[in-house]
């Protein structure tokens, strides 16, 4: 066999932001092995946000000097428009989210001492915390970038579990109700090594019909390889219940409201955020890429999953009575929204490209809102911690009208009212859906929108129409989360207002489309 | 040949998938994950001897590695959980619901 | 036939040199006498009865199973390596050495947070 081997190319000036990202989490586990207690989180703070800058900075570079319109590193990885423009954006969520995790109070101080034990109180006391967050989310990140951008299916279960495993772990963290943030960790890890089983059968199985698991050659084995059927459909089955349970579509929901509930809540912007955006870029690089040729049998299925996730979504949202399960629930009904948009995807190239820009368009714009939301969450505090109960907001926007307006903004984009940035997001995608023929899927769209819109009106009725309580809650707004306030509320009204520049970037990045 | 192989596979993930469904420790819902990435080793293995090339066996490495990461982070969480409450009953994580 | 003749030699090489050893050792060894050494059991651990329920093991165990499997499984991308490493070239051997300061890391930091020690 020796000689037969060619030795393999890897276009490291491509992979530069990816490797950027992974280096510095390289360099922070480095850093929690060998720097002094004190000075961690000195270095990790600005180590960790100068990475997210930089590795954008590099994202922003490539798209300036010339999209390359083959795979790279062996087929390895497509480094193609709406990949960088998903890398794009994760990198700037994660940034925004990371200002938020680097403020006091949100993670355990010892993660292996028993809530109230006499181990825990000493580690509080001692001041102790665990700065191993910044590596775990740096890995996290690099997961999510080569996410999106895997071009076979093996380098997409790798970077599947590489941007899981920290944020299984990082659930796990939070410095109040720690058990509620043990349950989260333990429920997201079975489930999500649940499903990530499902998507690795079903990539045997293509791996099985094709003889690869190239994306591309799967796509050319649809139409040459005769007879075997029944593993190509199991096989995509599979796959398929592997991705949606990433982005949280129903029937694969469960695990998202418990999961956003228990985490530190700057962990849940970053999942809520981040890894929708990159378990979106993956699933549309799946299905359009690999599964292209075979959408005839797809599409049904998808319908049904987009009309069960944003039904589901917007009617268990009117029933929460907590803040943090129903932003859960509202970001699953926007997973359903989302779907629309990958419905709309594949009777032609002009038709492509506009339902693909507009998922990215709406991707952006969902995700800063969230991120604030979650921002605006973690400063109203109870003595136990944040007040997650609805009834504790009560009255807020007469004892603190800002965050109550900066909240209701967020709600609002949430609803999809004109003027914010969840409005184009909706329109976008709703039109490119018509233009595709889905309207019926449309029509289910409009309608939950509406059953949506009642629970973010509730909320904001709930919060400037009735009185506070004389024990309300307090509101702290450290420095980190004012800059996040400010970013989120900034991105709605600007994208709400002055939409056009972010459609242009997102038209360029899928006039390209992915690459084959 | 390769028939057989690839009905044991299929098994296996049954298997595995049906004890994640059924079983109540926490532990042994997670050796069932397990089983369920074996499953698939052995299809991945079964398919590059059935299609003649070597990618089969090398995913199987990868699909190794990844399991064993996945061990020491699910049995770190478990762990975790069974100290706070003494018990790995999955039907005991029950604080967040509805 | 000629093939087989370096692994003849190593076989007896092999041989010979645990024969030596064991053969050496009354004679070279020093000779203290332990009760422990005579038990049922030769590992040295006293026996102890077994705890009603099959017992729990201290975490401590389960913090060396699970830093073992870690490192031992990463190794096993050393063996492709290892067939083909002559026509991989510098290329090969460079990405090698990237994966095992990689995993080296992650050694350092287990090392430095006193995953290593048992007490």
Not at chain 3, 44 to 51: A, K, N, S, V
Request: net charge neutral; hydrophobic share 55%; proline share 5%.
């Amino acid at each position: 066999m020796n000689g037969t081997i060619p030795a393999p190319t890897i276009e490291y000036a491509l992979l530069a932001p990816m490797l950027v990202v992974f280096g510095a989490a390289i360099i922070g586990v480095l850093v929690e092995a060998f720097a002094p207690r004190y000075l961690r989180s000195a270095i990790h703070k600005p180590l960790t946000l100068l990475t997210l800058a930089g590795a954008f900075v590099i994202t922003i570079w490539q798209a300036r000097t010339g999209i390359p319109t083959t795979p790279s590193a062996m087929g390895a990885v497509a480094v193609d428009g709406p990949a960088l423009f998903i890398w794009g954006t994760i990198l700037v969520l994660a940034f925004v989210s990371v200002l938020l995790i680097n403020d006091e109070g949100h993670f355990v101080a010892s993660a292996a001492a028993v809530p109230g034990s006499a181990e825990e109180e000493r580690a509080l006391t001692e001041g102790a915390t665990h700065t191993e967050v910044y590596p775990l989310v740096l890995f996290a990140v690099g997961g999510m970038l080569l996410f999106p951008a895997a071009n076979d299916l093996l380098a997409m279960f790798v970077a599947l579990e590489v941007m899981s495993l920290p944020l299984y772990l990082l659930c796990g963290l939070a410095r109040r109700r720690r058990l509620l943030s043990q349950e989260a960790a333990v429920k997201y890890f079975l489930l999500g090594a649940f499903s990530s089983a499902f998507f690795l059968y079903g990539t045997a199985l293509l791996y099985g019909y094709a003889g690869s698991v190239d994306l591309a050659k799967i796509n050319t084995a649809l139409g040459s390889v005769g007879g075997q059927d029944t593993l190509l459909y199991i096989g995509v089955a599979m796959l398929g219940v592997g991705l949606l349970f990433k982005i949280g579509a129903a029937p694969f929901q469960a695990w998202k409201p418990d999961v956003y509930q228990g985490s530190p809540t700057p962990i849940t912007a970053l999942m809520a955020s981040g890894t929708l955006v990159a378990a979106f870029g993956a699933l549309l690089r799946v299905f359009w890429v690999a599964l292209g040729g075979l959408e005839w049998s797809w599409t049904p299925i998808m319908w049904g999953v987009a009309i069960l996730t944003m039904v589901v979504g917007a009617i268990l949202a009117i029933t929460q009575t907590d803040i943090k399960r129903m932003l859960a629930y509202s970001s699953i009904a926007h997973g359903g929204f989302l779907l629309i948009g990958v419905v709309a995807l594949g009777n032609n190239q002009q038709q492509n490209a506009s339902a693909l820009s507009a998922l990215l368009f709406y991707l952006v714009a969902y995700g800063f809102t969230t991120v604030g939301a979650f921002a605006v969450v973690t400063t109203v505090r109870d003595a136990g911690g944040e007040a997650w109960h609805l009834s504790r907001w009560a009255g807020l926007g007469k004892r603190r009208p800002l965050v109550a307006v900066v909240f209701s903004l967020f709600l609002l984009a949430f609803a999809g009212i004109p003027l914010t940035s969840g409005f184009f997001g909706k329109y976008a995608v709703f039109q490119a859906a018509v233009a595709a023929g889905a309207t019926p899927l449309v029509v289910v769209g409009v309608v939950s929108s509406a059953i949506a819109a009642f629970f973010y009106v509730r909320v904001i009725v709930l919060m400037f129409f009735s009185d506070p309580a004389a024990d309300g809650p307090s509101v702290v707004i450290p420095g980190g989360t004012w800059a996040v306030g400010a970013v989120a509320v900034l991105a709605t009204v600007v994208l709400g207002v002055f939409p056009q520049p972010v459609l242009d970037l997102a038209h360029t990045a899928a006039q390209s489309l992915f690459v084959r | 040949m390769t028939t057989h192989y690839l009905v044991l596979s299929a098994l296996l993930f049954v298997i595995g998938g049906v004890g994640v469904l059924v079983r109540r420790n926490a532990i042994v819902v997670f050796m069932c994950v397990e089983l369920m990435l074996n499953a698939c080793n052995l299809a991945f293995v079964t398919f590059a001897r059935q299609n003649g090339n070597l990618d089969g066996q090398v995913i199987a490495f990868f699909v190794m590695i990844v399991a064993a990461a996945e061990v020491v982070i699910g049995l770190a969480i478990i762990v975790t959980i069974f100290r706070t409450r003494r018990s790995a009953s999955v039907d005991d994580v029950n604080l967040l619901k509805y | 036939m000629e093939l087989y003749v370096p692994i003849l030699v190593l076989a007896v090489l092999a041989a010979g040199f645990a024969a030596f050893s064991v053969s050496i050792a009354p004679f070279t060894g020093p000779k203290r006498w332990n009760r422990a050494k005579l038990d049922a059991y030769e590992c040295g651990i006293e026996p102890t009865p077994q705890p009603v329920g099959g017992g729990r093991f201290p975490l401590k165990y389960m913090i060396t199973a699970m830093l073992f499997i870690v490192f031992d499984i990463e190794i096993i991308f050393l063996y492709p390596w290892a067939v083909a490493f002559d026509s991989l070239g510098l290329f090969g051997l460079v990405e090698m050495v990237l994966f095992i300061v990689t995993v080296l890391v992650a050694y350092a930091y287990v090392w430095r947070r006193r995953g290593l020690d048992w007490d």
